[in-house]
């Protein structure tokens, strides 16, 4: 690796200015679970490091309407909060299922997000419950929904003088069901996850957000599915075709974890499951 300087800025204001000063020659670090790696592989050489662990940008708060989480908030922070367990369960589950406890205890929100992964553990509960990014840069503020901050495997919306600085979640919401499926059972990649936020009233769907991870180029909110279940009472029969519809929206590739024909089927199973447990049926 080429010589690279190393940040640690205390203030959000100095952080930015880094930002616009090296632009896309500096990289953002937080906890470094998937920076770390890429730098060791030669995947990537920045020429600057902004360590943005010293902002104070690891919180939880509950303010009216809304959830508010710093970007640095750890995912070991949300999987042990009880503001997010009664708030955001999704979320809350997401984060007990992504890594080890090393981890947990080193990976951020803001990272999970800022990678970019189609498989991102965090992000499926998170465009569930239709969140939104805080990106702060030399211009100035901008909050971008998540469904529009992703772009392709990788690749985002933010700017290289940007940070992301929060996570926002209305509130409040009916909860919503996270399920993940692996090659086993716990400190794996997912090989598809899905979220799913059903509101409903005397058994009839009233709203629905449903999502497949690992399933894409990024995350995918499966709109058709959503419209196909607004406005019906939530039976079986309609779950399975709902789920049905919403893997033909997708599309799956075959990797070293599985195949793209398992994926759909896989996936199928795992929509039809999460619809029942948010519909009670």
């Not at 700017?159 to 069901?177: K, S």
Request: aromatic share 4%; hydrophobic share 45%; proline share 5%.
């Amino acid at each position: 690796m080429r010589e690279c300087k190393y940040f640690a800025p205390t203030g959000l204001g100095e952080a930015v200015a880094l930002l616009a000063e090296y632009g896309a020659r500096a990289t953002v670090l937080a906890g470094g679970t998937d920076l770390l790696p890429k730098i060791n592989h030669y995947e990537l050489e920045p020429e600057a490091l902004v360590f943005i662990g010293k902002l104070g940008l690891d919180y939880i708060k509950e303010e009216p309407g809304k959830l508010v989480i710093g970007a640095a908030t750890t995912t070991a922070m949300l999987a042990n909060s009880d503001v997010i367990s009664r708030c955001a369960g999704a979320l809350a589950e997401a984060a007990m299922q992504s890594g080890s406890t090393a981890i947990r205890n080193a990976a951020t929100i803001g990272g999970n997000i800022a990678n970019a992964s189609p498989g991102a553990d965090l992000v499926a509960p998170l465009l569930a419950m239709d969140a939104s990014v805080k990106l702060v840069g030399a211009a100035g503020e901008r909050l971008v929904p998540l469904q529009d901050f992703f772009l392709a495997p990788h690749q985002t919306v933010r700017e290289p003088d940007e940070l992301i600085a929060e996570v926002v979640v209305p509130m409040p919401q009916a909860d919503a069901v996270y399920i993940k499926l692996g090659r086993r059972k716990g400190q794996t990649l997912s090989v598809v996850c899905t979220a799913v936020r059903l509101e409903t009233a005397g058994g009839v769907c009233r709203e629905a957000r449903i999502v497949l991870g690992s399933m894409a180029p990024r995350p995918l909110r499966c709109t058709q599915a959503e419209v196909l279940i607004q406005g019906k009472a939530v039976t079986p029969d309609l779950i399975q075709e709902c789920a049905a519809v919403a893997v033909g929206e997708s599309t799956p590739i075959t990797d070293q974890r599985a195949t793209a024909w398992y994926r759909q089927k896989a996936g199928t199973a795992l929509v039809a499951r999460a619809l029942s447990r948010a519909a009670g049926v």
